[in-house]
T-cell receptor, first 113, second 115 residues
Framework: NAGVTQTPKFQVLKTGQSMTLQCAQD?????MSWYRQDPGMGLRLIHYSVGAGITDQGEVPNGYNVSRSTTEDFPLRLLSAAPSQTSVYFC????????????FGPGTRLTVL | AQTVTQSQPEMSVQEAETVTLSCTYD???????LFWYKQPPSRQMILVIRQEAYKQQNATENRFSVNFQKAAKSFSLKISDSQLGDAAMYFCASTGGGSQGNLIFGKGTKLSVKP
């Protein structure tokens, strides 16, 4: 099992550009989520999904879109990047239910100039 | 809103000694889970220990143990026999509202281990 994979590991964007952060898991987990990590802020939930076709907003959803067409993939889209979106992004997955361990991907470091 | 507070931005411990990292949380739920995650310089988030709120017994995992005080909403992590490899950021987290797996994280404590 590869676990949770994220691509790319690093990305530099210019303000206004769009991009998609990829996340995939091979553990057949129904629950997937995206967090962002900023210095001194811990991790904050952006969006999450409890299964294919079902997504919902977390604490900081503005500026991000998600979709979940398959169980395995949960991409995060930035439609028009802003410097405030400079951060490290983590994808996580788990079996459904909030009592199950979440498995995190290695993270993507995004810089918006 | 649910919150998780880590009041120690940085801590330092001598190798082989014991250190305790503090965490307090605020939740209106009666059933919840608490976690400690370790983030080494590699950036990977690693689950260290998990505590179920309805269990009174404190969780332990080898050199890691917690002191769970439910009434005080306190969840501290004790690391015994500290090793150089324990140097990392440590995050306390709580399950959020609803039936999903959403986590609420504290801001983290950076632990240094001195040889």
């Amino acid at each position: 099992n590869a676990g949770v994979t994220q691509t790319p590991k690093f990305q530099v964007l210019k303000t206004g550009q769009s991009m998609t952060l990829q996340c995939a898991q091979d553990m057949n987990h129904e629950y997937m989520s995206w967090y962002r990590q900023d210095p001194g802020m811990g991790l904050r939930l952006i969006h999450y999904s409890v299964g294919a076709g079902i997504t919902d907003q977390g604490e900081v959803p503005n500026g991000y879109n998600v979709s979940r067409s398959t169980t395995e993939d949960f991409p995060l889209r930035l439609l028009s990047a802003a410097p405030s979106q400079t951060s490290v992004y983590f994808c996580a997955s788990s079996r459904t239910g909030r009592y199950n361990e979440q498995f995190f991907g290695p993270g993507t470091r995004l810089t918006v100039l | 809103a649910q919150t998780v507070t880590q009041s120690q931005p940085e801590m330092s411990v001598q190798e082989a000694e014991t250190v305790t990292l503090s965490c307090t949380y605020d939740t209106s739920e009666s059933d919840y889970y608490l976690f400690w995650y370790k983030q080494p310089p590699s950036r990977q988030m690693i689950l260290v220990i998990r505590q179920e709120a309805y269990k009174q017994q404190n969780a332990t995992e080898n050199r890691f143990s917690v002191n769970f005080q439910k009434a005080a909403k306190s969840f501290s992590l004790k690391i015994s026999d500290s090793q150089l490899g324990d140097a990392a950021m440590y995050f306390c987290a709580s399950t959020g509202g609803g039936s999903q797996g959403n986590l609420i994280f504290g801001k983290g404590t950076k632990l240094s281990v001195k040889p």
